[in-house]
């Protein structure tokens, strides 16, 4: 079975410095991966996804995520932190059994950007 | 366009009670998903519609939890006698068929009293 491991409960960052949020998975062939933010009593919001190509991605508001094979990683940057980037990101991976799809979450990671 | 809907986006019953949470996805998504929030299990799945096919109802936490998608489009997620442990966010996202990317709605926060 799919699943998704975020090692961190909480990242604290300053304003204007760049911030990682990491991701790990664990996947039988190609991951699928995924990046949603959930701001305070909000839905999930897309930020983005690899399916194939480059091992960037970039996505909404700033935020970019580096494929890596190897170490089996999809980690989440941004170079220059904003306190509106302040929320819970979701790595996911999306699994498929039997013709069936569904998203795998890690447990989030709570982000908290300092003035 | 418009996004993924939900309704109510808050709901308090009493253990016991049965309660029906609606979801109206984007327009022309043929495949719905609704997962469960809560504290002590994270983000999990509960049940899959795709178009026409047999559900995936391999989330569905017991026989309470039920869902229904009326005419390929907007879906019901009952739960009949609710119980303390149900209180939780229930989302609900669409795709644009089966390996889309999903998007949310907003929630339906429920509490079992």
């Known amino acids: 079975a799919q699943s998704v491991a975020q090692p961190e409960d909480q990242v604290n960052v300053a304003e204007g410095n760049p911030l990682t949020v990491k991701c790990t998975y664990s996947?039988?062939?190609?991951?699928?991966l995924f990046w949603y933010v959930q701001y305070p009593n909000r839905g999930l919001q897309f930020l983005l996804k690899y399916i194939t190509g480059d091992n960037l991605v970039k996505g909404s508001y700033g935020f970019e995520a580096e494929f890596n094979k190897s170490q089996t990683s999809f980690h989440l940057k941004k170079p220059s932190a904003l306190v509106s980037d302040s929320a819970l990101y979701f790595c996911a991976v999306r699994e498929i059994s039997g013709g069936y799809n569904k998203l795998i979450f890690g447990a989030g990671t709570r982000l908290a950007v300092h003035p | 366009g418009a996004g993924v809907s939900q309704s109510p986006s808050n709901k308090v019953t009493e253990k016991g009670k049965d309660v029906e949470l609606r979801c109206d996805p984007i327009s022309g998504h043929t495949a719905l998903y609704w997962y469960r929030q809560s504290l002590g299990q994270g983000l999990e799945f509960l049940i899959y519609?795709?178009?026409?096919?047999?559900?995936?109802k391999s989330g569905l936490p017991s026989d309470r939890f039920s869902a229904e998608r009326t005419g390929g489009s907007v879906s019901t997620l009952t739960i009949q006698r609710t119980q303390q442990e149900d209180s939780a966010v229930y989302l609900c996202?669409?795709?644009?068929?089966?390996?889309?990317?999903?998007?949310f709605g907003p929630g339906t926060r429920l509490l079992v009293l």
């Open positions: 996202a669409s795709s644009d068929g089966q390996g889309g990317t999903q998007y």
């Open positions: 519609f795709q178009g026409n096919s047999a559900p995936d």
């Open positions: 996947v039988s062939g190609n991951p699928y």
